[in-house]
């Protein structure tokens, strides 16, 4: 069955350095995005991409944050320069398209970053 | 804006015996909703979910959640639990936005189930 992979599973950074989060959604689907879940809390929405482009931003993504596409299988997350309260579990996620089952979300199984 | 409440944090259930997973939702309009589970170590999966139509939807795993309009619920049930059920539930409501369906999900905090022998 076809999934969404991410990695790192799990990565510790120093306060202030850069960090890229990767994902690779489910071959045939169209649009694509990233959640976040801190520690004992609920998961958010962070942003929502599609045809290359951001569609929908959550007010957490600020301009420390990015999402790219690079190569048409990949979809990253970087934060430039990691803050303590960006430690979280990051999620990708991905759907079918328009045709496909609308709201159905297909999640990876997370990456855990730890600032310091 | 649309917001989820779940407000059982954790959940103790005997192997077995049934169970309920409260969830409330506030949304204008008919929600899209949703519940996901996390298993430890494991990304979420989708159980079920309801669009329209019938109130009463099944979902994978043996469990099914019913949709109450008048009290703004969406309750997952499961008539007898296993082992393997012990995990995180969470509830979500979707924007309906009928050109594209859910561009996003809004979740509750999330139920922590525990089963004991």
């Known amino acids: 069955e076809p999934e969404v992979t991410q990695t790192p599973s799990h990565q510790v950074t120093q306060m202030g350095q850069e960090v890229i989060l990767r994902c690779v959604p489910i071959?045939?689907?169209?649009?694509f995005y990233w959640y976040r879940q801190i520690l004992g809390q609920k998961v958010e929405f962070l942003v929502s991409f599609y045809n290359n482009e951001i569609s929908e931003k959550s007010e957490i993504f600020d301009d420390q944050f990015s999402v790219e596409r690079p190569d048409g299988s990949n979809f990253t997350l970087k934060i430039r320069s990691t803050k303590l309260e960006d430690s979280a579990m990051y999620f990708c996620a991905s759907r079918p398209t328009r045709g496909g089952a609308a709201g159905e979300l297909f999640f990876g199984e997370g990456s855990r970053l730890t600032v310091l | 804006a649309q917001s989820v409440t779940q407000p059982d944090i954790h959940i103790t259930v005997s192997e077995g015996a049934s169970l309920e997973l409260r969830c409330n939702y506030s949304y204008g309009a008919t929600p899209y909703l949703f519940w996901y589970v996390q298993s430890p170590g494991q990304g979420l999966q989708l159980l079920l979910k309801?669009?329209?139509?019938?109130?009463l939807v099944q979902g994978i795993k043996g469990f099914e959640a019913e949709f109450k309009r008048s009290q703004s619920s969406f309750n997952l049930r499961k008539p007898s639990v296993h082992w393997s059920d012990a995990a995180e539930y969470f509830c979500a409501v979707g924007l309906k936005i009928s050109n594209f369906g859910n561009e996003k999900l809004t979740f509750g905090t999330g139920t922590r189930l525990t089963i004991i022998p």
């Open positions: 309801y669009f329209s139509g019938d109130t």
């Open positions: 071959s045939n689907h169209l649009y």
